[in-house]
């Protein structure tokens, strides 16, 4: 699986030819998987401090969210996404 962020322990991955809906895995002790469109917790479990970093990186960069999931789609190696500063 493909990382594509990582930023205060958190690494952000998507998986080739995953399910819908698009989304991508944060992972920081427990894994949880976040809806690209609607930035909600599709599964798993976060601590809230980690949760809010990883929202507020993905609300910056959602479109490149979505480029890097009709990426994976294809099979294709998505591109890597800046950290969260």
């Not at 009709?70 to 294709?76: D, F, H, I, T, V």
């Amino acid at each position: 699986m493909p990382t594509i962020s990582t930023f205060y322990g958190i690494l952000i991955q998507m998986f080739w030819g995953d399910h819908a809906p698009p989304h991508f895995h944060a992972l920081y002790g427990e894994y949880e998987v976040i809806n690209i469109r609607t930035l909600e917790i599709v599964k798993g479990f976060m601590p809230r401090r980690a949760l809010a970093l990883i929202l507020e990186w993905a609300s910056l960069h959602r479109e490149e969210l979505m480029e890097d999931w009709k990426l994976c789609e294809m099979k294709q190696m998505p591109v890597k996404i800046e950290l969260l500063e």
